[in-house]
């Protein structure tokens, strides 16, 4: 049992008694009442659970949560698909998914938008050649299980995106 | 600002009564009892700012931004009037089904992880409460018996300490010492759950009339069953009983066949794999128990909320003390679908036991991934027999014989229904004037098969269009030519006997995938990939297919409701299931009332009573004596409510809405427009010209016509409101394989709709029911009919095959799809791309053992069975070609599932084109096809 702190969605929480076992996704949903990261197949391979870490470099990672215990994110900035939007607002990675219809029952949606979001900000730190664009989507993007979708519009959904910030990519 | 408001409250169903498995509904009095909790946000921008089109999904905003909308997100805290008291339920389920299961040892679990309560069959027995109707079967296993099937429940553990029970679940994951068994044990029962013939001789012509053939003579099953499982068939007599004839007629083809006299006869054995749905979102929910109320209620995500409360209200209706429910308080979330697989599953009865035995507190009961292996209904798994005679020289289809086995597994599901859906659809697209297909839904110890996407349609025209392109490759005929010369045309009957209903595009389809860039250029793309890929062969694989859709008993309800200031509110009983209905019902509300719904409420339940709907019989099996009978009561229906399956989402619960809408535009909106048009002198602007509802059209958002000055919504609404007009409609429609229509007293005319009830509003909130002065209720004998509404799809994959290691990597698809009219574009090809993957999934990647080493040990999760990646899919090259409606009026056609079957046998036709192997076993991994080779 430790006593577990750590930032979610730029807000503190806890400190919580929580066991050394409890899976952060177990954290996420009952402790803190954040459904919006999702249980799938909770041995790491679907990655419907990812959310996204602040390093203490700043840079942005994501980790996923059913393979995680809480208290491995002791002292973390964590970000989950309920902390992108800002007053109502949607992220850029969210609005392109919704303008592109690219999920169905959108249960892998939440690790979707957190993952493009990291692939988003990996991008801005280093840049791509705009003919390496949908092979940098595939390699962000390309562990996530979608059943409904067939990944066409989650993929070309990321790709319009960066290719129209043009902070995002350089001539090839 | 359009809206989406999902509250609970009404996607709730109470069922009460002395009878509960009668299922009697309750007054809306007890309903406005419970606290609305609106937990779920508005969908703010999806529609443009004058709501005449949309950008995105009315539920884009809530998915993307983590909103409650799934019943795994839902916690007795968010529930108003649950107890906050959480408790936690596991299922423990056998392993294995062979030996004798004689209980728990419970100290296998080790001293703390002991539960707070648990409960097995004899808690049941004790309590009188037992699956008795559709879910006929033992919930829990005896001990002394041999479990059903791989992955019978044994028993419910209880927890209330989270952690703990997360700890015991990871300790169940595939821990045999948890059971005491006994000695091997052979099944106890493997009597098939049932049998059809289907024998069709044509006539002299095409369109008819046949000689013999299901619709003419009925349906056909098998006297018994031998030993071995294997139907016996009528004693054949050409004069005899329907099923005598059958056999007559039947055996007369095959015998024929076998003597050459049908021409070149082509047979085929071929196998499809058992698989799981693999909805992302395990199944779970949520129940409590009031014991001194006797009040039960339950938080579910289904497919078919009336059906599962029914079988709830079976289970608990000889309940005795203290477990007796008098009510049942059913709640559900905003999703219900899984490809199927959420569509009669057991799971809501394991929730509703959780409940009963933790009175006073909320349960969970959520089954992680394993168990949702080992539990959830399965893909049947086909064994096809096809023989096809063909002229050698014209290549005319002239016979075909089939005889297929779905494997059902060990609890009655839809198996039946699987097998003579697969069996009527045997034949693709094609024309055949002589047919005899058996289908068999068989019993076996293997985790319970259901419903899932393709309905035993996948399996068989998957086997047919391999048979088909084996034959083009042997009389050397051109894959498309030969489709298109057999193809069954317009009017043309199908294996049951009947017309499919509008016009035949199968041939349309084929021409678009004929002249696509990836056929056209397909010597060129060969030649490229093979240049960059040493070690590699490409080949091209085409395949067609037309897919049934409908369930031959589909209701929808609906309501419209226009507000003063023009706001349209839109109440539909149909399930979302991820594909987009509450988007596509609310769009299609503006094909009469010039924009899209502004507020939209999926999966109503509880908001019908002004249509005081009375049913009874059941809409299948009806005679049409029973049906003429009910006729007569204005307020009788065949069937109040069913599941948003068989990709009817489309077809029949945008029906309801449209249906809703036009009255109010017919009623409402256009007399409001005359009213308006016609002030001042001599009739005003209209006075002068020749004003009918028929000229009514709406532009950017505006009511015109005949050239009269654009009217806003908010102008029509406020005239209408004012004249007491119509302001809203609640309809129900009821479709076997047609539609219902029926005749209502409306505005002083006499008015045909394709419904039987209709209530309206008139400027007020309250709602008038309208009694129909005629109905015309479809024919109880097109019960028959089997199938006749259809979708036609067909693909063209490129894919390359690795000549040492069999591995197969699609490399580009072309898909074409008619479907009448989409609804929303953007949905329907968004469907189709998942269709592609979910079949590349099934074609090369997806298998599941049925027994031993299967899903029902307990041990699998998605590292050993394998769904498509993107990285397995060609998500670059991947186009989804819709053809252009006949005309706008084309009714939009279920499509859900027809698109995720031809890229199946179109891969493997693209297999034997790279390497020459015919691989009729499913699914064609790396090894079989080294095999072949």
């Known amino acids: ?172 | 600002m359009s809206q989406s408001v999902q509250l609970w409250t009404r996607r709730r169903l109470l069922i009460a009564g002395g009878a509960l498995g009668a299922i009697e509904f309750l007054k809306p009095g007890l309903v406005s009892a419970f606290t609305a909790d609106n937990i779920s946000p508005v969908a703010p921008g999806w529609a443009n700012p004058k709501n005449t089109d949309i950008n995105y999904r009315v539920d884009g905003y809530a998915k993307v931004t983590g909103a409650k909308i799934y019943a795994s997100d839902v916690r007795g805290t968010d529930l108003g009037g649950w107890p906050n008291d959480m408790s936690y339920a596991t299922l423990v389920l056998s392993p294995q089904a062979e030996k004798t299961y004689l209980g728990l040892n419970l100290p296998a679990l080790g001293d703390d992880l002991q539960p707070d309560r648990v409960i097995t069959a004899d808690d049941l027995d004790a309590a009188a409460l037992a699956a008795t109707g559709f879910f006929d079967t033992d919930l829990f296993c005896k001990p002394g018996t041999v479990p059903l099937y791989l992955g019978q429940p044994v028993a419910m553990l209880f927890y209330d300490d989270l952690a703990t029970l997360h700890r015991a679940q990871q300790v169940l994951i595939g821990n045999s010492t948890i059971f005491k068994l006994g000695d091997a044990q052979p099944p106890a029962d493997e009597t098939p759950y049932g049998a059809y013939r289907f024998t069709r001789v044509a006539g002299d012509s095409p369109l008819g009339p046949d000689v013999y053939s299901p619709l003419l003579d009925g349906w056909v099953g098998p006297r018994r069953f031998r030993v071995t499982e294997a139907p016996v068939w009528g004693k054949p007599d050409a004069t005899g009983t329907a099923p005598e004839q059958a056999s007559y007629y039947g055996d007369q083809i095959r015998t024929e066949m076998k003597a050459g006299k049908s021409g070149k006869v082509y047979a085929q054995s071929f196998q499809t794999q058992s698989i799981d749905h693999v909805f992302m979102e395990p199944e779970a929910g949520l129940a409590t128990y009031d014991a001194n109320k006797g009040k039960l209620s339950l938080m579910l995500g289904v497919q078919s909320p009336q059906a599962i409360l029914t079988a709830v209200g079976n289970l608990v209706k000889s309940a005795k003390p203290p477990k007796q429910v008098g009510e049942i308080d059913g709640h559900f979330a905003s999703l219900g679908g899984g490809f199927g697989g959420k569509d009669h599953t057991i799971m809501p009865l394991y929730i509703a036991l959780a409940g009963l035995y933790s009175p006073g507190r909320t349960v969970r009961l959520a089954l992680n991934r394993y168990q949702q292996f080992q539990l959830g209904l399965k893909r049947h798994a086909f064994q096809i027999d096809n023989q096809l005679a063909v002229d050698p020289e014209t290549g005319q289809f002239n016979a075909y014989a089939c005889d297929l086995t779905c494997n059902g597994g060990g609890r009655a599901n839809f198996s039946t229904v699987v097998a003579h859906v697969g069996a009527t659809n045997a034949s693709s697209i094609y024309y055949v004037p002589k047919s005899d297909v058996t289908a068999t839904a068989s019993k076996s110890i293997a985790v319970p098969a259901g419903s899932m996407r393709g309905f035993g349609t996948l399996q068989t025209m998957t086997a047919m269009e391999c048979l088909v392109d084996e034959i083009a490759v042997d009389l050397g005929k051109d894959p498309f030519d030969l489709r298109r010369q057999n193809v069954l045309q317009t009017g043309y009957l199908n294996l049951t006997g009947n017309a499919a209903s509008g016009a035949s595009r199968s041939a349309e389809v084929l021409d678009r995938m004929e002249q696509g860039a990836l056929w056209q250029n397909r010597a060129q793309d060969k030649a490229d990939y093979e240049a960059a890929n040493p070690g590699k062969t490409y080949g091209i694989g085409v395949a067609c297919v037309m897919k049934d859709y409908g369930g031959g008993g589909d209701a929808t309800r609906a309501s419209v409701s226009l507000s003063p200031d023009g706001k349209i509110t839109l109440h539909s009983d149909g399930v979302e299931m991820g594909t987009g209905l509450s988007t596509a019902s609310a769009r299609r509300v503006g094909d009469y009332l010039g924009r899209n719904a502004d507020v939209v409420e999926m999966f109503v339940q509880g908001a019908w009573d002004a249509l005081r709907l009375e049913t009874s019989g059941n809409a299948w099996a009806i005679t049409q004596a029973d049906q003429d009978k009910g006729a007569q009561n204005p307020r009788w229906v065949p069937l109040i409510a069913s599941p948003t399956g068989a990709s009817v989402g489309a077809s029949v619960n945008s029906h309801g809405p449209a249906q809703a809408a036009y009255v109010i535009m017919r009623y409402g909106l256009y007399p409001a427009a005359r009213s308006i048009w016609g002030e001042g002198p001599l009739g005003g602007e209209a006075g002068a010209e020749f004003v009918t509802f028929d000229k009514m059209r709406w532009v950017d958002g505006k009511l015109t016509g005949v050239g009269m000055e654009p009217l806003t919504l908010e102008q029509l609404a406020a005239r209408a409101h004012r004249d007491g007009l119509v302001t809203g409609a609640m309809v129900h429609g009821f479709n076997r394989w047609s539609w219902t229509t029926a005749i209502f007293p409306i505005g002083g005319e006499s008015l045909t709709l394709a419904i039987d009830a209709l209530a309206i509003q008139q400027g007020s909130d309250e709602w008038s029911l309208i009694d129909r002065t005629e109905v015309n209720f479809p024919s109880a004998q097109f019960e028959k009919v089997g199938v006749n509404y259809y979708a036609t799809c067909g693909a063209v994959v490129g894919l390359g095959v690795d000549k040492v290691s069999g591995e197969v990597d699609v490399q580009a698809v072309y898909q074409v799809l008619e479907c009448g009219r989409p609804i929303v574009p953007d949905l329907v090809s968004g469907i189709a791309q998942g269709g592609i993957a979910m079949g590349i999934g099934y074609a090369l990647h997806e298998d599941l053992p049925l027994y031993q080493e299967g899903p029902g040990d307990g041990t699998w999760n998605l590292n050993r069975y394998h769904v498509p990646k993107s990285l397995n899919v060609p998500v670059w090259k991947t186009i989804v070609d819709v053809l252009d409606p006949l005309s706008e009026t084309d009714p939009p056609k279920g499509m859900g599932e027809v698109v995720m079957i031809p890229v199946v046998p179109a891969i493997l036709n693209g297999i034997h084109d790279a390497v020459g192997a015919r691989i009729n076993s499913l699914p064609a991994t790396p090894d079989k096809i080294r095999k072949a080779l």
């Open chain 1, 1 to 172: 049992m430790a006593k577990l702190k750590m930032t979610v969605n730029g807000k503190a929480v806890g400190p919580h008694d929580v066991p050394d076992d409890l899976p952060m996704v177990v954290y996420l949903n009952d402790i803190l009442g954040l459904t919006g990261t999702k249980f799938s197949c909770g041995i790491g391979v679907c990655r419907a659970c990812v959310v996204m870490v602040e390093e203490p470099d700043g840079s942005i990672t994501t980790r996923r949560t059913c393979i995680a215990g809480a208290t491995s994110f002791a002292d973390s900035k964590v970000t989950t698909v309920e902390g992108h939007a800002t007053h109502g607002q949607l992220s850029a990675v969210q609005q392109a998914y919704v303008d592109n219809f690219a999920f169905q029952c959108g249960y892998c949606t939440s690790g979707f938008v957190n993952a493009g979001t990291a692939l988003v900000e990996q991008l801005r730190e280093n840049p791509v050649d705009k003919s390496q664009v949908e092979q940098a989507v595939q390699t962000g993007l390309g562990d996530h299980i979608c059943r409904c979708s067939g990944y066409v519009r989650y993929f070309e959904a990321m790709r319009d995106l960066i290719l129209s910030d043009t902070t995002l990519t350089k001539e090839g």
